[in-house]
């Protein structure tokens, strides 16, 4: 069992940062891919970002364009969203989740996580 718990949303101007946090408890963090999510109002969970186990491949939704960047410390359990350049159509939840196994054909699927966090709100004004 992996629990997940973001923090580090908030609200920002347009063209700010954020630099999202998810903490995962257990001790397998380390063996599990970690993606981004994001659900605007109105709309449908999408793949923000995912990476593998140890931090060395990493995969973006196309909208990502070099403004975002995840990456992850294992010996704190922590996955990390860096988050520039931010635009009104970012603000979203964003979720973080857990998935025992990364294949590049099905990383940016929900279906390929087994553990959720609870979202936290990133509000980006114009």
């Known amino acids: 069992q992996v629990q997940l718990v973001e923090s580090g949303g908030g609200l920002v101007q347009a063209g700010g940062s954020l630099r999202l946090s998810c903490a995962a408890s257990g001790r397998t963090f380390s063996s599990y891919a970690m993606g981004w999510f994001r659900q605007a109002p109105g709309q449908e969970r999408e793949f923000v970002a995912a990476i593998n186990w140890s931090g060395g491949t990493t995969w973006y939704a196309d909208f990502v364009k070099g403004r975002l960047t995840i990456s992850r410390d294992n010996a704190k359990n922590t996955v990390y969203l860096q988050m520039n350049s931010l635009k009104p159509e970012d603000t979203a939840v964003y979720y973080c989740?857990?998935?025992?196994?990364?294949?590049?054909?099905?990383?940016?699927?929900?279906?390929?996580?087994?553990?959720w966090g609870q979202g936290t709100q990133v509000t980006v004004s114009s």
């Open positions: 989740a857990a998935a025992s196994y990364a294949a590049a054909k099905t990383i940016r699927l929900m279906r390929a996580y087994d553990y």
